[in-house]
């Protein structure tokens, strides 16, 4: 079996000072930088996905310094970089392709936002054949609003890392990471 680590959308816009600050966001992209430090030394494949959305999006707007993938993550040298404008990293990318070309089975996913491009991507990823695994403390979710109530970005965060782990991806802790 071979494994792949997808890193979704962490991008400067989602930490303090960016244009869509998530809760926790710095513990978040350190532990995806500990899984990704594994792979590196495992020699596994790794695939960033940087989110790039058109002039007057509010945020993660290409050209501008939001946009840059976090230091915690940042690629290196011949590390895959895939580009998309949706939320799921497979929608209009070549991100299947390029994961079936290296003969993939399994997965593993960091990265920002939870609720949105994280779930969104490991969904997908799931309904194409992969087998995924999510990596909880190494992603972070914002605070949202529904029908007059604001839930906690942890609480949004949980919400949807138990339903990804009941039938979409196997839930694992960056320090299990090996």
Do not use: W
């Not at 966001?25 to 495992?42: C, I, Q, S």
């Not at 007057?56 to 895939?82: N, S, Y």
């Not at 949105?116 to 997908?124: I, P």
């Amino acid at each position: 079996m071979s494994r792949a680590l997808v890193i979704v959308d962490i991008q400067r816009d989602y930490f303090p000072g960016g244009a869509m600050p998530l809760e926790g966001p710095e513990e978040a992209a350190a532990n995806a930088g500990r899984v990704l430090k594994t792979f590196r030394a495992a020699g596994d494949p790794v695939l960033h996905v940087q989110h790039l959305s058109p002039a007057g999006a509010g945020f993660l707007e290409e050209g501008t310094p939001g946009v840059e993938i976090a230091d915690a993550v940042r690629p290196a040298a011949g590390e895959v970089v895939v580009r998309k404008d949706a939320p799921n990293a497979f929608l209009r990318t070549d991100l299947e392709q390029r994961l079936r070309a290296l003969d993939i089975d399994e997965v593993v996913v960091v990265g920002m936002m939870t609720s949105m491009c994280v779930d969104a991507t490991t969904r997908a990823g799931a309904d194409l054949g992969f087998r995924m695994t999510l990596v909880p403390d190494a992603c972070a979710a914002p605070a949202l609003e529904h029908d007059g109530r604001r839930v906690a970005g942890a609480d949004v965060h949980a919400a949807f890392v138990a339903a990804l782990g009941q039938a979409y991806a196997t839930v694992t802790p960056a320090s299990e990471i090996a």
